[in-house]
């Protein structure tokens, strides 16, 4: 049994039964005949049908499930309303999504060897899917690994993180109650060698993986032949600012892309890059938006920044932070815990360069802000890493705009807007050790079909 808590109280909310090998050995021999017998998949319009009447279902339940996502995750209710917002526009989306999700007729003729036929492909789901999933979205991450699969006919189990369960279960029993028969879809909590031996089994058609990079990449490594990925990982999320940027728009969004959900997202602003002469009156202006931040309870409607996951975590991000000022580091707001489940919102000025916080990911409240002699500098600096997700600029300059789109080395560029933007249309993925695949409800969909092309001689 896993017991679920409150991050901040670290009072105990819930508690969900894990699943063993046995039952995932079930599942996997139902998920793998349903496949293999077309004459039970599911009809579009059918699956179509199920996903409407479950976005239905979440609008009538925004409120409840806010509260979960707050209760278990530590996303303060304004921000976890709007996760709420963007999970049922997924669940809609991946139905609307479907009719886009065509083949395409193939020329013959274009040589005298395909005269005399014609051709055309039809899409067909790849077949069963596992998704493991994190924490720090409960329920818009989840929708985003099951609703895709649900739309295209993939059989789908869904491991949720061991801390954020709940809203998991919720949205798996919501497809039910919208009509989706239960085998087509299963919720498994389960310990780790449980799940890895769940992820690499043959008879996984596709792997959905949203976490660390450490555990992603050895995941895939195991993974059977044949079997398709989609890693989503995190980096260190860099923005550039040049002497025309308009402060007093930049400085509230460089806040909210710095310290939503206290930092624990994975294209979080952690890296500010500003001009020398500038760099430490744009990070005294943040440490000012920073320190009037209330910090607390996610359930409570006041708090803007909640705990960080685990007490654990708490301890690595201020042993970090410590590390960066005995560094050289200059600490202008924050720098201390708040009990033992959260962190105040730091920022720091001209961290040292080999410092962790200059070169890996801290997932917690804490962005830093250097200052640079030339933007060159500045491009270096920030694609210096091995790993590149999304990335910002500000500038009102169009050449300074385009040199920055042009240069960094990212999957989307932000111009005037922080690095943590997305909608959930777009394509959302990481480069080099930040990810492998592209997410986004229509992408996703897309990596779990397979196109199958028929030939027909005239």
């Not at 590390?323 to 200059?330: P, Q």
């Not at 720091?348 to 962005?367: C, H, Q, Y």
Request: hydrophobic residues 45%; proline residues 6%; aromatic residues 6%.
């Amino acid at each position: 049994m896993l017991t679920v808590c409150n991050p901040f109280s670290l009072e105990a909310i819930g508690e969900v039964s894990l699943g063993t090998w046995n039952d995932a050995d079930k599942w996997l021999d139902t998920a793998d005949r349903l496949h293999r017998d077309r004459n039970s998949w599911l009809p579009a319009h059918q699956r179509i049908d199920v996903l409407h009447k479950a976005a239905t279902i979440m609008r009538d339940r925004f409120e409840e499930l806010s509260f979960q996502i707050a209760n278990e995750g530590g996303k303060p209710l304004i921000d976890a309303r709007i996760e709420v917002d963007r999970a049922i526009d997924g669940v809609e989306l991946a139905g609307k999504e479907l009719s886009h999700l065509t083949g395409s007729e193939i020329p013959m003729d274009l040589t005298a060897a395909g005269a005399g036929r014609m051709a055309f492909t039809s899409k067909e789901p790849i077949g069963p899917v596992v998704a493991v999933s994190a924490f720090n979205h409960p329920l818009n991450l989840i929708v985003h690994q099951v609703a895709p699969a649900v739309a295209v006919g993939c059989p789908v189990i869904i491991k949720p993180a061991d801390d954020t369960p709940l809203s998991a279960q919720s949205f798996v029993n919501i497809l039910y109650e919208a009509g989706l028969p239960t085998e087509w879809c299963q919720y498994f909590p389960c310990d780790i060698p449980t799940a890895e031996k769940l992820v690499t089994d043959p008879r996984v058609a596709f792997f959905s993986f949203i976490g660390s990079a450490r555990v992603g990449w050895m995941l895939r490594s195991k993974l059977a032949p044949g079997t398709r990925a989609a890693l989503e990982h995190g980096g260190a999320a860099p923005v550039i600012i040049d002497e025309t940027a308009d402060l007093d728009s930049m400085i509230p969004l460089l806040a909210k892309g710095g310290f939503y959900h206290a930092g624990q997202v994975c294209v979080s602003v952690q890296r500010i890059f500003a001009p020398t002469a500038m760099a430490e009156k744009i990070a005294t202006l943040l440490s000012e938006q920073a320190g009037a931040l209330t910090v607390g309870n996610a359930i409570e409607e006041q708090t803007d920044v909640g705990p960080l996951i685990r007490p654990g975590e708490v301890k690595r991000v201020a042993g970090w932070v410590d590390e960066t000022k005995d560094g050289g580091g200059k600490i202008l707001c924050g720098g201390k815990t708040i009990g033992e489940t959260a962190y105040a919102p730091t920022v720091v000025l001209n961290p040292d360069k080999n410092a962790r916080l200059s070169t890996a990911e801290i997932f917690g409240p804490v962005v830093a802000v250097y200052g640079y002699d030339s933007l060159d500098e500045a491009i270096n600096r920030a694609n210096s890493l091995p790993f590149a997700f999304q990335a910002a600029g500000f500038t009102q300059r169009l050449d300074i705009a385009t040199k920055l789109i042009r240069s960094l080395d990212a999957t989307a560029v932000m111009i005037n807007d922080h690095t943590a933007f997305r909608v959930d249309w777009m394509p959302f993925a990481g480069r080099r050790q930040s990810g492998y695949g592209t997410g986004g409800i229509g992408h996703t969909m897309h990596d779990m079909t397979q196109d199958k092309m028929a030939v027909i001689r005239l």
